[in-house]
């Protein structure tokens, strides 16, 4: 049985514009993840040097990157 | 700026707040502005938008299941694309948003949000009106570009220029 998954997987195996395309998107969604977490963390008091620990990235990094958010 | 919103302008704008609380959302985006002026179904935005074939109850239902995929800024074709290397976008989005929504706070104005604000403006200032209605607000949205906003307008064959014209032509005929 060939599912429409399959055939996704056969596709993006095969074409790098849809492999890059997933690229693309996995960044943003990554972007965006981040910026989610790191406002609840925010919201529930962390510190930006803890979140930065955890994301392993300094505390002048997050901080420059989410100080506006 | 405020001050020259019309009375029915302002409860839309109150209203996309509401939109964006319910709907679990930090930011008030386009599409929630854009699902307040669908909810006042005698405001001249939405019965341009009944006119050119946006019926407003299912418009807003697609807006929200458009809208709800979004963790701001991706889109039905990220979520292909992320299909394809077995990633579930609605799922990710889903697992995230539940756990957002224990802690709500009062959501704030989005970026986007803000410039079709004032674009709304400057649609008015061009149109010569010395008011910000309805009509304005949701020539602001599509100007801003928000990719919600137009492809839910595109799913029902509404082009930014094709609304722009059915607004200066309702325009006309009510004053």
């Known amino acids: 049985m060939t599912t429409e998954s399959d055939l996704a997987t056969a596709a993006s195996a095969s074409d790098p514009r849809v492999g890059l395309r997933a690229v693309r998107a996995l960044?943003?969604?990554l972007e965006e993840l981040e910026r989610v977490q790191v406002r609840r963390a925010r919201q529930r008091g962390w510190s930006w040097a803890e979140i930065g620990e955890v994301l392993e990235v300094s505390r002048?990094?997050?901080?420059?990157k989410h100080g506006r958010d | 700026m405020f001050e020259r919103f019309t009375k029915r302008a302002r409860a839309v704008v109150g209203g996309a707040f509401e939109v964006?609380?319910?709907?679990?959302a930090a930011d008030v985006r386009p599409e929630h502005l854009l699902t307040a002026i669908l909810r006042d179904e005698d405001c001249l935005a939405t019965r341009v938008l009944s006119d050119l074939g946006a019926d407003p109850a299912s418009t807003r239902a697609d807006l929200e299941r458009r809208g709800s995929r979004y963790?701001?800024?991706?889109?039905?074709e990220d979520a292909e694309a992320l299909a394809t290397i077995g990633i579930d976008l609605d799922a990710?989005?889903?697992?995230?948003?539940?756990?957002?929504?224990?802690?709500r706070r009062r959501p704030k104005i989005s970026r986007a949000s803000k410039k079709a604000l004032e674009l709304?403006?400057?649609?008015?200032v061009a149109l010569r009106h010395n008011y910000i209605g309805t009509e304005h607000l949701l020539l602001g949205l599509v100007r801003g570009g928000d990719k919600v906003?137009?492809?839910?307008?595109a799913a029902v064959e509404i082009t930014p220029a094709g609304l722009r014209a059915a607004v200066a032509d309702?325009?006309?005929r009510a004053s």
């Open chain 2, 149 to 153: 906003v137009l492809d839910t307008l």
């Open chain 2, 20 to 24: 964006a609380e319910g709907a679990g």
């Open chain 2, 120 to 124: 709304a403006l400057r649609e008015a």
């Open chain 1, 60 to 64: 002048q990094a997050v901080h420059k």
């Open chain 2, 170 to 172: 309702a325009v006309r």
């Open chain 1, 27 to 29: 960044r943003r969604l």
């Open chain 2, 92 to 103: 990710v989005v889903r697992r995230v948003g539940d756990e957002g929504r224990s802690r």
């Open chain 2, 71 to 76: 963790l701001d800024g991706l889109d039905d």
